[in-house]
């Protein structure tokens, strides 16, 4: 690119950043019944405009061959009338969550009678960048404005039609109801040079969401001036105890590996305490082997499973994402607990027991987003723990960790009230 | 330096690090009460230890005139036997404060009998980089591991033996209790390139505290790949709305800005509502000069008050940290907010009025992170506050906003207890 281009390219990016800093002040002090008639209103828009989604749609259908699409990611990008309806139910839910803004989280009075609030507060500008799924782009926009947060979208060029089309659905509903202009932008160029240029402006951004494939998230993470919430991959576990029930033993890592494969809280690797793998292992192997998983293992396992094969390092590390399991024979909780935290990737580690003192051992000592007690990974999940809809799943432990809801898009602010207080 | 020095010291680095790792695993499963223990007994040794830190204290007080230092900042680097008493108070201060690790936060008892509990956790390993005041060494130790995080301690050279020696009776006391060994470590060396070693570290290292001048912030800010708590400067506002009482309007102002005028939240600037500041500017401009206390304003400001010198936009800016304050007369409500979101620094900003809807949409308006409704600037203090001990205060949004306590230290973690659920 030319330097000329680039300056263009910049200064575009600074008047986006910039009027998005603008409109967040507004949403700031916006009423919650302003935000919830527009996410109510735009869910019946979008219905109602379905047959021009599904025009735009089919523009970007037609170029996914061209950008080198597999059959499967052309499917995700896909619009149909029950995926707009789908899109409309989200919104619609966003509308039915309490408004996190102004929330008074903690308050006190102090002995001089100052009442310190700690009250809820947007973050301000959110730049979130992501892949070619239209309906992420419906999704963010919901959660970022009702939390009172400007968004900058910046969305896959595979979707450039559709998700321009759902904006455009949005921002005319958000004329009519009094949002702020600019809470929403598309960003309209797919050079992928805007992106840095957004990533340095950390005085108009607060935050950075990468969506995506792990090159995506590890290039905003490094180039980012600003805060980055991080998704990073999932190696979860499922640990069997010594004191585990055979029977949900056996449901809790079929339904962990198996219940959906290819998700971040799927789990990838099994341990299972010494003293109970001759009975329990074995029919565990031979479920998982039955629903085409293949198992790696340790030389305990290959004795145990005759169909195991030999695990390289590299495999208890893995996140695999398909029908492969990694499998090791312990001697003790505190090995397991080791293991976890060495080879694991903190996202969601799971314990089969009855006993009370290695599941709070195990609880307290395993440092991950969620530690599951006899209960399936694929819980660790905004919905499944009650957040509402969720934005993602974060691997960091600063600010936010694991499932990202509305709460998880604010900070605070303190508000004394006085009647004269001063400091002596 | 050599590339083969540089290194050796990587290697100090990381090996300081990877231990600072391994101690923090065992910390966030320590009871509160080897915790209070150590900061307990560490208070006691500490003063029985003073002629001994005395004479480590004399090194330091020897060679700061080579380091070139102030009178002033020799002082800050001196102790006394009252400021080994004051670090032995702080250290019982904080064993006293409830144990943050373990709290339940929220919970919630799901529809499938999940019972979801976001747990208080430590974040793991803190890098805390400071200047010359030796009480901050025994003040961060003792957050730090109170919530249960191993901490490395970077402080200045000016304070290098004076730190090494309330370290070393640290780590005495907690070889003694049972603090893991590694829980507390002083910087062995004051070459600066050490500090760029460690920012890259965030493998191991989950969050950068630096602690002293702009300077300092901006490097550790630009460098670190963990995230940084991060205190910038204050350019605190006192806005006197048109309700505002006289007398309290008068006590506020002179408070904010005179009873301590080196520190970050003082009051810098001055707006005056229109209405009022015939009547409100000239006694309080009398006593803010009977103070000592150079005004600088704009055209109104100077009619008003005879000894008022012109401002520039830069002085609107400033964090004058001494006998300056910048003050303007305003229309409304919105141009003081206006002004207050544009020119302050998101650090404290007050109001004096006695209209609720004023006070209310100044709350709600002012970005900062702390707002005083007819309270002085000066509250705004971790102690003033009510969360004990701080650690600093931050002008970030991000995390931490205001003064950061125990609580600001810790990340939390989703521990689910179930009875074999399983995912449909």
Known sequence: MAVAEDQDLKQYCVEVARRAKTASRQLAVLSGAVKNEWLRRGADRLQQQTEWLLQENAKDLAAAPGFGLTEAQADRLKLSPERIAGIAEGLQQVAMLPDPVGEVMQSSVRPNGLNVQKVRVPLGVIFFIYESRPNVTADAAALCVKSGNAVILRGGKEAAHSSKAIVDVLNQVGAEVGIPPDAV????????????????LDEYISLAIPRGGEGLIRRVAAEARMPVIKHFSGNCHVYIDRAADPEMALQITVNSKCQRMGVCNAAESLLVHADVADKLLPPIASELERQGVQLRGDAKVQELVATAVAADEEDY?????????????????EEAIGLINRDGSGHTDAIVTSDLAAARHFADAVDSAAVMINASTRFNDGAEFGLGAEIGISTDKFHARGPCGLNELTSYKYVAYGDGQIRQ
Do not use: K, N, W, Y
């Open 317 to 333: 590390r893995a996140e695999f994402l398909g029908p492969i399991m990694s499998v090791r024979v312990v001697d003790s909780l």
């Open 185 to 200: 932008q598309l960003v309209s160029t797919t050079d992928r040079a805007a992106v840095g240029h957004f990533l340095a």
